[in-house]
């Protein structure tokens, strides 16, 4: 499994990516957002994307999970990098059909500080190794069902029963942006973790 650990909440204000999603000029989502308000997007499938200005972000997330291979992981494994977080379980549609999308924006980002990293909320080990497996997901999940700790760690940056959820936390470790609902395309997800990059460039 490849991963790149280097070892070393909310705002309530929102903004639309608008210029963010230049590149996607052929994207009938990205035209979507470009005709925001600037109170995030919000699709007609329920889909719900935010992102929130470095100067409204919450405190940093502290976090320590166990995966499902039984590796510690901790914030500070991700010091200085940009973090995808997503939340899902095994027998949740939504996160079946996104989980391709997931990794193919965590693929683009090979060689640069980034990092993805799985929540699962309902699953034992066994079940999160399956679907790992199945669907062709490289990147490690951690295991909240039995943790309390991690569960609260993410108390205040998303409610854990909305499932899938996708949070990308800047290299201070806060929330800087927020999918909620399935990923409607790998390129949303990977514009997102572009702006967040770009800061610390």
Do not use: H
């Not at 976090?63 to 973090?83: A, K, S």
């Not at 059909?97 to 699953?123: C, H, K, W």
């Not at 940056?157 to 409607?184: I, K, N």
């Amino acid at each position: 499994m490849r991963f790149r650990p280097a070892r070393a909440a909310s705002a309530l204000l929102a903004v639309v990516l608008a210029a963010t999603l230049a590149a996607c000029t052929n994207d009938t989502l990205a035209d979507q957002y470009r005709e925001g308000s600037n109170k995030g997007y919000i699709g007609a499938d329920g889909l719900q994307v935010v992102e929130y200005p470095a100067d409204e972000r919450s405190e940093p997330v502290v976090f320590t999970g166990v995966t499902e291979d039984g590796e510690t992981l901790t914030n500070e494994d991700f010091t200085d990098q940009v973090l995808v977080v997503n939340f899902w379980y095994a027998a949740c549609g939504p996160c079946i059909v996104e989980a391709p999308r997931l990794e193919e924006s965590y693929q683009s980002f090979e060689g640069q500080p980034v990092s993805f990293v799985g929540i699962n909320t309902y699953d034992q080990a066994a079940t999160a190794q399956a679907f790992a497996r199945d669907n062709g997901v490289s990147y490690p999940s951690m295991l909240a069902v039995d943790d309390s700790k991690l569960k609260l760690a993410f108390a205040n940056a998303t409610p854990l029963s909305a499932t899938p959820t996708t949070l990308v936390l800047d290299t201070q470790g806060r929330v800087a942006a927020r999918v909620v609902g399935e990923l409607a395309d790998a390129s949303i997800l990977s514009t997102l973790v572009r702006d967040t990059l770009a800061e610390s460039s």
